[in-house]
């Protein structure tokens, strides 16, 4: 059964920083691209960031580039998401997702929130 | 980047019923959208790709059509486990993917 979990959520100061995890499990996760989606009541569902199979092209929303930095390790079948400079607004549940080949997002995991908060 | 409109915001409509969502885009899409459905404190689910493709497992009452910028998901026979929130996603011009703001399908 093709499963994802999201971990390394949590309360974070303006300014912080903070990783995020995704462990893969009931596939090969190298066969696929993989991307991060953030959700937040007042914005919905937002992409945040995309990696190629073997990690060398990856792509981000205009709101985290140059702050967050996705990599993956196949070989421990997971995906990261390094958060710095983060913002309130970065405040959201974020969710990774097998990307089918620059298209749709399936399955999803089932989220990690990150609040920023002072 | 590419705007994605859902209407209506909120749909009230009784179990056994039809349902039908509307997704625009701000351009052309050939097709390539997808429709997801997210119930409370779950994450979204696919439900629909291409336009009109069901995913893996999705009862046949789910059925996307459309084409250009408009875009549809019928439900038909609404059953309880259906009402949800629903939202459509373009993947034909990015980075970024885009999503429409959703729409609330209440009970009745």
């Known amino acids: 059964q093709v499963h994802l979990v999201e971990s390394g959520g949590g309360l974070v100061k303006p300014g912080g920083s903070l990783r995020l995890s995704c462990a893969a499990s009931g596939f090969t996760l190298s066969d696929y691209y993989m991307s991060w989606i953030r959700q937040t009541p007042g914005k919905g569902l937002e992409w945040v960031s995309h990696?190629?199979?073997?990690?060398?092209?990856?792509f981000y929303a205009d709101s985290v580039k140059g702050r967050f930095t996705i990599s993956r390790d196949n070989a421990k079948n997971s995906l990261y998401l390094q958060m710095n400079s983060l913002r309130v607004e970065d405040t959201a549940v974020y969710y990774c997702?097998?990307?089918?080949?620059?298209?749709?997002?399936?399955?999803w995991g089932q989220g990690t929130l990150v609040t920023v908060s002072s | 980047e590419i705007v994605m409109t859902q209407s209506p915001t909120t749909l009230s409509v009784s179990p056994g019923e039809r349902a039908t969502l509307s997704c625009r885009a701000s351009?052309?899409?050939?097709?390539?959208l997808a429709w997801y459905q997210q119930k409370p404190g779950q994450a979204p689910r696919l439900l629909i790709y291409?336009?009109?493709t069901r995913a893996t497992g999705i009862p046949a009452r789910f059925s996307g059509s459309g084409s250009g910028a408009e875009f549809t998901l019928t439900i038909s026979s609404l059953q309880s486990e259906d009402f949800a929130i629903y939202y459509c996603q373009q993947y034909n011009i990015w980075p970024p993917y885009t999503f429409g703001q959703g729409t609330k399908l209440e009970i009745k």
């Open positions: 990696i190629s199979r073997g990690g060398a092209t990856t």
């Open positions: 997702a097998r990307d089918q080949s620059y298209s749709w997002f399936d399955p």
């Open positions: 291409g336009a009109s």
């Open positions: 351009q052309s899409l050939n097709n390539n």
